[in-house]
T-cell receptor
Framework: GAVVSQHPSWVICKSGTSVKIECRSL??????MFWYRQFPKQSLMLMAT?????????EQGVEKDKFLINHASLTLSTLTVTSAHPEDSSFYIC?????????????FGPGTRLTVL | GENVEQHPSTLSVQEGDSAVIKCTYS??????FPWYKQELGKRPQLIID?????GEKKDQRIAVTLNKTAKHFSLHITETQPEDSAVYFC???????????FGSGTRLSIRP
């Protein structure tokens, strides 16, 4: 149980275009989903926390108008990278938890590798 | 906010020897400390976690210790094997928050 999927697994796009990444909890209802970005040989940097039906909470330094997050249902959150540029190329990983706020275990998706040309 | 520091950044040990990775955290309200293993291009996998009401937890060859007073926690891997080679991340979460903050990672290499 507790499987999280992401789609697509990799994407290549031209500079200036927008890219949408989906994160799904397949066998549980995710009350909270998180979006991370990981550059090569670096740690996971939290971008935003997303709760179903409410606006995402963005970490300091993350542009909410550039990284649009929608958590429309308890099993789906989407991250849209708008007007992508080469510096947005990275590994984007989502995770999900369920239950009360502060639930311990986060289940990670397999990640999406974005390359912006 | 929480800040997690992790050392060393790289670690190479002989197969069969032990490996120790250390982390410190800044927020005294943190009460949950997971450790993740990440292989190249893959998702992080939870390998062990500890809560602030215990000082040590063990699962076969892996153990984690927590010193709340010093705000230190450590991962111990005994009898290392080639498949232990990966990047390991410590993390911390405060009881008042749902988000987890990660350390910078340790690249562990097991020499045959």
């Amino acid at each position: 149980g507790a499987v999280v999927s992401q789609h697509p697994s990799w994407v290549i796009c031209k500079s200036g275009t927008s890219v949408k990444i989906e994160c799904r909890s397949l066998d549980f209802q995710a009350t909270t989903m998180f979006w991370y970005r990981q550059f090569p040989k670096q740690s996971l940097m939290l971008m935003a926390t997303s709760n179903e039906g409410s606006k995402a909470t963005y970490e300091q330094g993350v542009e909410k108008d550039k990284f649009l997050i929608n958590h429309a249902s308890l099993t789906l959150s989407t991250l849209t990278v708008t007007s992508a540029h080469p510096e947005d190329s990275s590994f984007y990983i989502c995770s999900a938890t369920w239950g009360l706020a502060g639930a311990d275990t986060q289940y990670f998706g397999p990640g999406t590798r974005l390359t912006v040309l | 906010g929480e800040n997690v520091e992790q050392h060393p950044s790289t670690l190479s040990v002989q197969e069969g020897d032990s490996a120790v990775i250390k982390c410190t955290y800044s927020d005294s309200a943190s009460n949950y400390f997971p450790w993740y293993k990440q292989e190249l291009g893959k998702r992080p996998q939870l390998i062990i976690d500890i809560r602030s009401n215990v000082g040590e937890k063990k699962d076969q060859r892996i153990a984690v210790t927590l010193n709340k007073t010093a705000k230190h926690f450590s991962l111990h891997i005994t009898e290392t094997q080639p498949e232990d080679s990966a990047v390991y991340f410590c993390a911390a979460r405060a009881s008042s928050a749902s988000k987890i903050i990660f350390g910078s990672g340790t690249r562990l290499s097991i020499r045959p």
